[in-house]
């Protein structure tokens, strides 16, 4: 395979993405907020059951102007989902792409926030870390602080602060070419992968602290032996990746943390 070089970014073209799987009862409250942002939102009802297709046609038929729904079966993930919506705003002429959970955990003030940090900064990857509130499972978020001590190691630096948050600005260019030529999973452990190789492809990430709620419809489709399975797995393929690529990975942490100093410098004087 061609190592060939992802060009720079300077243009910002933005639009959102909702992975959607079953979440019937939070769904319209999320749309009814994104409106507000003057954005293009592409739906994709990843597989969902038939209870849900009056809702979606619902929205479809009265959002029509910015909201597109893309449907297909059977259910691939929601990896499978982000990409889906992803390449549908690369045809459309998009440089960026704002993904929001369609469960209701997260506030559209704080994509907000997400997409200004990526106009700013058209190159990078921006991410939200969530701050947990009560209704957070404990084994739930025990399980993430493990993933994440897991991407330290594999990224070889402490830039990526939450690699399971699903609320991100996505520059369309890098992602692409990482889905395009590398083996990535299409499930939950998606979030995770697609984060990692961004950080071994020098793409700079951007945290934001970010409330978290767990689902106001009270539905979650992590399943505890399947996903954590897959995200072990993938774990330990980024483990081997790393120590592949690891005096490549220095080197982008090298060029990341001199550029920031560099910023920091011009800043204060």
Not at 87 to 103: C, K, L, P
Request: glycine residues 8%; proline residues 4%; charged residues 15%.
């Amino acid at each position: 395979m061609t190592n060939v070089a992802i060009k720079p970014s300077t243009a910002f073209n933005s639009c959102i993405v909702v992975p959607f799987y079953n979440h019937a009862e939070s769904i319209g409250t999320v749309v009814h907020g994104l409106k507000s942002l003057g954005l293009r939102c592409y739906l994709i009802n990843d597989g969902s059951d038939s209870a849900c297709d009056a809702v979606l046609q619902q929205l479809a038929s009265t959002e029509a102007e910015w909201l597109h729904v893309i449907s297909y079966q059977p259910n691939q993930g929601k990896g499978r989902a982000v990409i889906t919506g992803v390449e549908a705003a690369e045809r459309d002429g998009f440089t960026h792409v704002a993904q929001i959970d369609a469960d209701g955990q997260h506030r559209v003030q704080d994509l907000m926030l997400l997409l200004e940090k990526a106009k700013l900064n058209p190159q990078a990857m921006i991410t939200g870390y969530g701050k947990f509130d009560a209704s957070v499972p404990r084994l739930r978020l025990y399980g993430r602080y493990i993933t994440h001590v897991l991407v330290w190691l594999n990224t070889l630096s402490l830039q990526v602060r939450d690699s399971m948050c699903g609320l991100r600005v996505y520059p369309i260019s890098p992602t692409l070419y990482i889905w395009r030529n590398f083996v990535l999973g299409t499930r939950m452990s998606f979030d995770i992968e697609i984060l990692v190789r961004l950080c071994w492809r020098g793409v700079r990430i951007i945290n934001v602290a970010v409330p978290v709620t767990y689902p106001i419809d009270g539905v979650s489709h992590f399943k505890m032996w399947r996903d954590n399975l897959q995200i072990g797995k993938a774990h330990a393929g980024m483990f081997i990746g790393m120590i592949v690529r690891f005096p490549l990975i220095l080197w982008h942490n090298l060029r990341r943390w001199l550029g920031l100093m560099t910023t920091t410098s011009s800043e204060t004087t």
